[in-house]
């Protein structure tokens, strides 16, 4: 009976200084890697969510640029860390739901190496040409592909990204043949289509509306569910022209798989706190974006049928991993 006691002591002292050490979390400064440089959208978001999260926290959010393979160096960085909650991700659409059907020597699978903290934020895509193309509407574009196929060409900045796939899913739901002319980076491929040597770009909006509300380049669709209250004006592809279609790029905190339930609800808590105060809004808003937080399951789930979306893509339009 003794010995029964003292077993259930320790037990009881086990789980309590357990919970203790949970309940210290964060007692150190937490790494939040983004897998492209320094001044792009996702590390814009990234730094605001940082920030904020501090501030909750109590503990600094540090922010590591790891660029290079579509944000797979980072994400290979991050899934091989301990799964304590001091090392996260600022994740995109690119790197966890194409890039690693693209990049073969990296052996990640984000679904099951990952668990999701928390969505971010969404930026749309719209659709832009140069002035003098004559074409107005998606319909215009389609019509132009169709009489003559392969003479359309889409930029984008690089294979992989959320633009060029857009611009793949567009060409399959269409039923025409374009092609891609990939970049290093948006900004020079919105460039040359301001230089007339594109005939159109599914860009990010943030990157364009000074563009289109300036009449230097005409947005004819948003790749989004719905239109976005930055240009209420201009139509989606899907009432216009091709109904169920979207795109967006996202961005996403998470962390490494088996981090500890507690600690990921903790962490969800903080950036759903911080994504629905007026400043980080109207701070998303600027940028033509829009902040979104969600359930880790949410997220999880959103991950896994955005894999399933984009591999068949891939595969549907037959674009090459890339060594």
């Given at each position: 009976?003794?010995?029964?006691?003292?077993?259930?002591?320790?037990?009881?002292?086990?789980?309590?200084?357990?919970?203790?050490?949970?309940?210290?979390?964060?007692?150190?400064?937490?790494?939040?890697?983004?897998?492209?440089?320094?001044?792009?959208?996702?590390?814009?978001?990234?730094?605001?969510?940082?920030?904020?999260?501090?501030?909750?926290?109590?503990?600094?959010?540090?922010?590591?640029?790891?660029?290079?393979?579509?944000?797979?160096?980072?994400?290979?960085?991050?899934?091989?860390?301990?799964?304590?909650?001091?090392?996260?991700?600022?994740?995109?659409?690119?790197?966890?739901?194409?890039?690693?059907?693209?990049?073969?020597?990296?052996?990640?699978?984000?679904a099951r190496e990952f668990t999701g903290v928390s969505m971010a934020g969404v930026s749309?895509?719209?659709?832009?040409?140069?002035?003098?193309?004559?074409?107005?509407?998606?319909?215009?574009?389609?019509a132009m592909a169709k009489a003559k196929p392969g003479a359309i060409n889409f930029g984008?900045?690089?294979?992989?990204?959320?633009?060029?796939?857009?611009?793949?899913?567009?060409?399959?739901?269409?039923?025409?043949?374009?092609?891609?002319?990939?970049?290093?980076?948006?900004?020079?491929?919105?460039?040359?289509?301001?230089?007339?040597?594109?005939?159109?770009?599914?860009?990010?909006?943030?990157?364009?509306?000074?563009?289109?509300?300036?009449?230097?380049?005409?947005?004819?669709?948003?790749?989004?569910?719905?239109?976005?209250?930055?240009?209420?004006?201009?139509?989606?592809?899907?009432?216009?022209?091709?109904?169920?279609?979207?795109?967006?790029?996202?961005?996403?905190?998470?962390?490494?798989?088996?981090?500890?339930?507690?600690?990921?609800?903790?962490?969800?808590?903080?950036?759903?706190?911080?994504?629905?105060?007026?400043?980080?809004?109207?701070?998303?808003?600027?940028?033509?974006?829009?902040?979104?937080?969600?359930?880790?399951?949410?997220?999880?789930?959103?991950?896994?049928?955005?894999?399933?979306?984009?591999?068949?893509?891939?595969?549907?339009?037959d674009i090459r991993p890339q060594e």
């Open positions: 009976m003794r010995r029964t006691w003292c077993v259930l002591l320790g037990l009881v002292l086990a789980a309590g200084s357990a919970t203790a050490q949970t309940g210290k979390f964060p007692d150190k400064p937490i790494k939040m890697l983004v897998g492209f440089s320094a001044g792009g959208g996702t590390d814009v978001v990234a730094r605001i969510v940082a920030l904020k999260m501090a501030d909750g926290l109590g503990q600094s959010v540090l922010v590591e640029n790891r660029a290079g393979a579509s944000g797979m160096i980072a994400a290979d960085a991050v899934a091989k860390s301990p799964p304590d909650g001091y090392t996260l991700m600022m994740g995109t659409q690119t790197t966890l739901a194409v890039a690693p059907n693209l990049y073969r020597k990296f052996a990640l699978d984000p749309p895509l719209v659709m832009v040409v140069h002035p003098s193309l004559p074409a107005h509407s998606i319909n215009d574009v389609i984008s900045g690089g294979v992989g990204t959320t633009p060029h796939m857009a611009g793949e899913l567009f060409a399959l739901a269409a039923g025409i043949k374009i092609v891609h002319v990939a970049y290093r980076g948006e900004a020079p491929a919105i460039n040359d289509l301001l230089g007339g040597q594109l005939h159109f770009i599914f860009a990010n909006l943030s990157a364009v509306i000074g563009n289109v509300k300036a009449g230097t380049l005409r947005g004819l669709a948003v790749a989004s569910a719905q239109r976005v209250a930055v240009a209420p004006e201009i139509p989606t592809v899907a009432e216009t022209a091709l109904p169920g279609f979207e795109a967006a790029t996202w961005f996403a905190l998470v962390a490494p798989a088996d981090t500890p339930r507690d600690i990921v609800l903790r962490l969800n808590t903080e950036v759903r706190r911080l994504l629905a105060e007026a400043d980080s809004q109207r701070r998303f808003a600027d940028l033509g974006m829009t902040s979104e937080g969600s359930t880790p399951e949410a997220l999880d789930t959103t991950i896994k049928s955005e894999i399933a979306k984009w591999s068949k893509v891939i595969k549907d339009a």
